[in-house]
C-alpha cells in the first residue's frame, strides 16, 4: 500500500493510536465473516457491511462520554462494535438468533442495546434523524449534559424529514450532532447526480447551524472535529453538522454487484486512503508498535470474531412465544384506544 503523508504530530497517545487500531480492526474482521456467513446463508434478509467506513464510528465514539447516546441507519454494525457492544451478541442478532441483542428478531438492520445508549438501526431512510433530536430533547429536558450522534448517509440527506428535523433541532437548541456519513454512493447513485451541492453540511447555515467537513478515512481528523461538536453541544449552542467524507469497499448491500463504479476506483482508495492501514502506518513509523506486535493484534481480533460467529451458531433460534413479546400495546386498557379516537 501507499504511505500516505504522516501527519506533524497524532493528537492521541500511543495506547489511543493502538486502541484505535484494535476498534477499526475489529470492525474490519467482524464485517468480513459477517459477509461469509451471509454467503453461507446463515444471514438471512439484508446485510449492509461497513467495510471502509470504520474510521468515521471509532473517531466519533472516541469524542463520546459515559451517557452519549447514539442512534444510526441500517449500515450499523460498526456504530454497535465502536459503542461497546459484545460481538457475541450482534453476530447473534445478525442470523437471527436467541442470544442476539433484539432475541433474533431485529436482524442485522434493527438491533437496541439500552445499557449502551444504543437506539438502532434503522431500516427506513432518514427516519432516525427525527427521533435522534428526539433523543436530545429529552436531555435538554433533563438538563443531563447528554449529547445524541445521529448518522445518517449522503443519500438521507435529501429526505425531507431531515430538515423538518434542522429546523426543530435548531429552534429548542437540542444537544444533536448530525453525522452525515458521506461514502458518496447512497444506495447506488453518486453524490454528482442526486445531489445539488457538493458540500451537503452547509445545509445547515439557513437553520443557522454551523458545520464542517471532515476526513472520515483519518480517524484522528474524525477525532478532532468530533471533540469540537461535542464541546459545541454541551456548551448549550444548540446543534452541529459533521459531513464526514468516507468510502464504503463493498455494495450498499450483500446483493448490489456495485457496477456503478470501477474496481479500479476502489482498489485506488484502498491502496491510497484505508484508514486502517493509516494508523498502522502512523504505529509503525512512530515506533509504538512492531510488525510482531500488529500480528498479534490480528490473531487476538481475528479469534473474537471466530468466537462471535460459533456463539451465533450454536444460539438456538428463537421460540414461536417471542412473536408476542416486547408488544407494548398489551398494557393499554381494553377499549383505551377507541375513547381516544372518539
Not at 426543530?168 to 456519513?181: D, G, Q, R, S, T
Not at 467524507?245 to 455494495?251: P, Q, S, V
Request: hydrophobic share 35%; with cysteine; charged share 30%.
Amino acid at each position: 500500500m501507499a504511505t500516505r503523508k504522516p501527519a506533524a504530530k497524532p493528537n492521541v497517545s500511543a495506547d489511543e493510536l493502538k486502541q484505535f487500531y484494535r476498534d477499526m480492526l475489529l470492525i474490519r474482521r467482524f464485517e468480513e465473516k459477517a459477509g461469509q456467513l451471509y454467503g453461507m446463508g446463515l444471514i438471512g434478509g439484508f446485510c449492509h457491511l461497513y467495510i471502509g467506513q470504520e474510521a468515521v464510528v471509532v473517531g466519533l465514539e472516541s469524542a463520546a462520554e459515559e451517557g452519549d447516546k447514539r442512534i444510526t441507519t441500517y449500515r450499523d454494525h460498526g456504530h454497535m462494535l465502536a459503542c461497546g457492544m459484545n460481538p457475541d451478541g450482534v453476530m447473534a442478532e445478525l442470523t437471527g438468533r436467541e442470544g442476539g441483542y433484539s432475541k433474533g428478531k431485529g436482524g442485522s438492520m434493527h438491533m437496541f442495546s439500552r445499557e449502551k445508549h444504543f437506539y438502532g438501526g434503522h431500516g427506513i431512510v432518514g427516519a432516525n434523524v427525527p427521533l435522534g433530536a428526539g433523543l436530545a430533547f429529552a436531555d435538554k429536558y433533563l438538563e443531563n449534559g447528554r449529547v445524541t450522534f445521529t448518522y445518517f448517509g449522503d443519500g438521507a440527506a435529501n429526505q425531507g424529514q431531515v430538515y423538518e428535523t434542522f429546523n426543530m433541532a435548531a429552534l429548542w437548541k437540542l444537544p444533536v450532532i448530525f453525522v452525515i456519513e458521506n461514502n458518496q454512493y447512497a444506495m447506488g447513485t453518486s453524490q454528482k447526480r442526486s445531489t445539488s451541492t457538493e458540500d451537503i453540511y452547509t445545509r445547515g447555515a439557513p437553520f443557522g447551524i454551523p458545520g464542517e467537513l471532515v476526513d472520515g478515512m483519518d480517524v484522528l481528523a474524525v477525532k478532532e472535529a468530533g471533540e469540537k461538536a461535542v464541546a459545541h453541544c454541551r456548551e448549550g449552542k444548540g446543534p452541529y453538522i459533521l459531513e464526514v467524507k468516507t468510502y464504503r469497499y463493498r455494495g450498499h448491500s450483500m446483493s448490489d454487484p456495485a457496477k456503478y463504479r470501477t474496481r479500479e476506483e476502489v482498489q485506488k482508495m484502498r491502496d491510497e486512503k484505508d484508514g486502517i492501514e493509516h494508523v498502522r502506518d502512523l504505529l509503525i513509523s512512530g515506533k509504538h508498535a512492531t510488525e510482531d506486535d500488529l500480528k498479534a493484534i490480528d490473531k487476538e481480533i481475528k479469534d473474537i470474531v471466530n468466537q462471535s460467529a460459533e456463539f451465533a451458531k450454536e444460539s438456538p433460534e428463537p421460540e414461536a412465544s417471542e412473536l408476542w413479546t416486547d408488544i407494548y400495546a398489551d398494557d393499554i386498557p381494553q377499549g383505551a384506544a377507541m375513547e381516544e379516537d372518539a
